[in-house]
């Protein structure tokens, strides 16, 4: 889009005034293909674009968006922000826009547009295949591919003009297992920013295996116990944890409008000082990963806790102004319909010096995580609740058998004091966080780390017997 | 609208028409406004307006689907090839079924013309009054996060190869607000929450209070020990437990073997107390509508009767392959998915107890205030595990707020477990329910 029309609607959305404004047009090309008990069951694509439009008076915010992207269309919504808020006399002149080069996400090999159905069919069939070859506990698999080609036009009231494309693409595999009336799943996702090379043959394929290794392991597993005890968490979980526990308390938005356990608390320690968490964009072709963010800032790594001490928080353009310092580059949103909000990218606790091996040796009893599932957090007190997936008991520093069903409860701030080992590996994991209603991608990572206690819930019940169901 | 979305609907289906094969055409618009209060002030005001189309050809039995929110005449002809060339990698099955035309559809009221006459300056003073309302509640509300006033209209155009051709539009509007109280350096949360078809009947005052009262509630919470309790469900967790019901009577999961319910038609599931019932065509359901997303008339449909299974939800295609004719349950998201099988208004009858004496027959148990993870509760093996708060009940009386907890148990159980029915239903969205009384849960603590 000319510089001269996103100039002419940035003057007409702050015609009655205002401190800021930005317009953010997207488009975006998305296929994929889902395959499901042996039959391709659907496969879509789709064009879908748009234009959102913002002012910011003081602390008000308009936001106005539309799919419509005719100039008429856009100019409409330019006029409706505008009138969406009382006018002040305090109005800034839009600074010309300064051109800058478009920039692409370094590295798509393979670029979606450039792959065929019979390509994408035969990469989901490969998965089946390998899921299936665990044999005759294998009851179900499904898989799914999605790609995204998404190009980006922002520009602002600074004289800032930032145009942007990536592609993102993601594969998933479940498998349900089944012996003797028990049913058991398994789940395995792999994506990034990039093209279609990040779903590499060999890598694609262990996967499906190792979602279906799963499903069978957990079908000789015993019922989880409940109670306090150690839990150790292999890097091969990821971050979901930090994610959840930690991380989330750290955005700028929830932390200023006292939502956040991390309050008013910066350069205090608020974990042990085994932990350093870092949120990172810049990582190479993570599925958080960007060059810029979705407000045209730079994208940069960001040190949160250091050592234990609080260092900083993640910031977007408005909640920086608000705490009178620079945005960190995490302001997203999910796509032209929501105003961009504090969130994570790549989100990891950095490796220590423990060797993984060495840590479960050292632990008399406990639980070993292997794959963490959902979870949920209470950021206000830090309480969280998560879902495992995968895990073994702990017996005198040896795996001693698979469990099932576990739940892990606890308190955010109160793990982060409680890990006392910290080790040198570390794994990633990818989701798609949701808050306030926009999901973004992000993936977390972790070292293999122990926390001296959390409450187990199991679906043992105190007096049953610890095998069988 | 309405014209413009119908003529780019026919355009398309016209176009594809041409191509030979069978085809639906589905269109909608939306436009939504949205007020978040925080701080006595508007902190965003948020106008949308948003269109798409989506059509799904049925090529020789093979299914193609693509979407796109560009409506010029180039980018639906687009549309079209890119479902038709996607259609010919799928296998032929022979249940994709598109809706007939000459349907009877039930006549509702669906679209309040007076949501639209009044001003956004009024809707700014409905959200900014719950949040006065929420603050000076109780001298514990320490702020509140924010407080919102959301309105949407949306209208769509179903139209197909085989004749069909319907329209239909409506709009509701909510509050939402979200308390923070403070004691003694503990902090706790707490929501109140209201959607109406009708804007006349939203009540700021209502949800202010709500809030402050959950938030409040909560503080001074303490950990309990590992038990097991007679458990009552507030509606708000009852409703949350319904989301798991929902996804064991939908007929997809059912075909799949994916339900624990899907051999148990026409037996007794639950003690006689219990009835679930989905109704797409209440007055005041948020989502009453007179067609599905397939063009399908809706109806009640009766799911569990007095303990009885009495059926599961249906689209085209799965009550194809299972004989039956849809129950008018297609639902798709936005333009942009296919759709697949949903509850409408689904919700827990009213029974025969007031909510005191529901209480009062509780000599020591649980009050379940909240539950956490429910989306991680297995639908396939109806086990769940999930984090819970709230009030310990001592002598058919509130104690003191608990949290901590992990309520563990199984679905089927659970259904079994339901002992007595509240008589006053709570809608929150588009489901509903009465409290429950369980006789037993498991509850794993500190």
Known sequence: MEAAVLQRLLDLTLQRGGD???????????????????????????VDGGAGI?????????????????????????????????????????IPLVSSPLQHYPGREIHPGQVSWEHKIQRVLAADQAARSLGAPIRQVSVGVADLEKSVVFANSLG????????????????????????????????????????????????????AQLAVDMLSARPAPAGRMAVIMSAEAGGTMIHEACGHGLEADLVQKGLSVYQGRKGEMVASPLV????DPTLNKRYGSYAFDDEGTAAQRTVLIEAGRLVNYLYDRYTALEDHTQSTGNGRRESYQHKPIPRMSNTYIAPGQDNPQDIIASTRRGLLVMKMGGGQVNTINGDFVFDVSEAYMI???????????????????????????????????????????????????????RIKELTVGGTQLKGQPGAGR | MEDSLKSVA????????????????????????????????????????????????????????AYTSDLKPTALREAVDAAMAASDFMPRDEHLQLTPAGLIYSPLQTYDHDLGRHPVEEKIYLALQAEEVARIADRRIASVERSVYDEKEFEVVICNSLGLDVYGRGNYCSLYLYAVAQQDGEAQGGFGTMSRRRYSELDAEQVGHEAAERAVRSLKARSMESTVLPCILEPYVTVKFLGLLARMVDGEAVLKGKSLL???????????????????????GLASFPFDDEGVPTRKLSLVEAGRLK???????????????????????????LPSISPSNLSISAGQVDDHTLLESVEEGLYVTDLMGLHTANPVSGDFSLGAAGLLIKNGRFTYPVRGMVVAGNMMQLLQDIEAVGNKVRFYGSRGAPSLRLAALSIAGV
Request: charged share 25%.
């Open chain 2, 311 to 337: 059926g599961f939800l249906y689209d085209n295609q799965t009550a194809h392959k299972a004989g039956l004719a849809s129950t008018g349950h297609a639902r798709r998201m936005s333009y942009r998915s």
């Open chain 2, 10 to 65: 026919q355009h398309t289906l016209q176009y594809a028409i041409h191509h030979g094969v069978q085809v639906e055409v589905y269109a909608s618009s939306q436009r939504e406004l949205q007020i978040e209060a925080a701080n006595q002030r508007v902190e965003t005001l948020k106008e949308a307006t948003e269109s798409g189309l989506a059509v799904r050809v049925v090529n020789a039995g093979r299914l193609g689907f």
């Open chain 1, 395 to 449: 017996e005198d520093g040896k795996v001693a058998y698979p469990v099932r069903g576990a739940t892990l409860t606890g308190n955010g701030p109160q793990a982060l004091q409680d890990m006392d080992r910290v080790g040198s590996d570390l794994g990633f994991s990818i989701g798609v966080c949701g808050k306030s209603g926009q999901g973004v991608p992000v993936s977390d990572a972790q070292p293999t780390i």
């Open chain 1, 276 to 279: 350093t968490v870092i949120d």
């Open chain 1, 160 to 211: 800032e003009r930032v145009e942007d494309s990536y592609n993102r693409v993601r594969g998933m595999i479940n498998v349900v297992a089944s012996r003797d009336g028990i049913l058991q799943t398994g789940y395995e996702s792999i994506g990034g920013v990039g093209g279609w090379e990040l779903l590499g043959d060999e890598l694609w394929e262990d996967r499906a295996r190792k979602a």
């Open chain 1, 20 to 46: 800021y404004a930005d317009i953010y047009i997207e488009n975006k090309r998305t296929s994929g293909v889902w395959f499901e008990d042996h039959r391709l069951e659907k496969t879509h694509s789709g």
């Open chain 2, 262 to 284: 899907g051999d148990k038609a026409g037996q007794e599931v639950a003690r006689p107390v219990l009835s679930v019932v989905d109704d797409a065509t209440r007055s005041d």
């Open chain 1, 54 to 94: 913002r002012l910011i008076k003081g602390r008000q915010t308009a936001y106005v968006y539309s799919s419509d992207l005719s100039l008429g269309a856009l100019e409409k919504a330019a006029g409706l922000a505008a009138q969406a808020l009382h006018s002040t006399n305090n109005r800034v002149e839009a």
